[in-house]
């Protein structure tokens, strides 16, 4: 009897290592999840940085072209305005070199 209470005592022993064992290796797993969860966060939060400066960009850029193209509308209206003033003196030029 004394023989297999020491048996039954080496074989837990021998299960209680492994389970030791594979509770370090948990152990060590999860400390890694815990610091790549913390680089997961870091690199999202950063994503979310460049995308709210990415839109800060968008949105500026669309003002500057809506600023352009309003710009460009009054250059075309005075442009036209001087074209016009332009052929009307020479119009005017040649009606009384010819006479």
């Not at 074989?11 to 370090?24: E, P, T, V």
């Not at 966060?41 to 994503?47: G, Y």
């Not at 800060?56 to 352009?68: A, L, T």
Request: a neutral charge; glycine letters at 4%; zero cysteines.
């Amino acid at each position: 009897m004394s023989d297999d209470i020491e048996r039954l005592r080496s074989d837990i022993n021998n299960q209680m290592s492994a389970l030791r064992g594979d509770i370090k290796d948990i152990s060590k797993a999860l400390l890694e999840l815990v610091r790549l969860d913390s680089v997961i966060k870091n690199q999202d939060m950063l994503t979310k940085r460049i995308g709210t400066q990415v839109d800060d960009h968008e949105n500026r850029i669309r003002i500057g072209e809506v600023k352009n193209s309003e710009q460009q509308s009054r250059i075309s209206s005075s442009e036209r305005i001087v074209w016009l003033i332009v052929t009307s003196v020479f119009a005017l030029a040649f009606f009384f070199i010819r006479g």
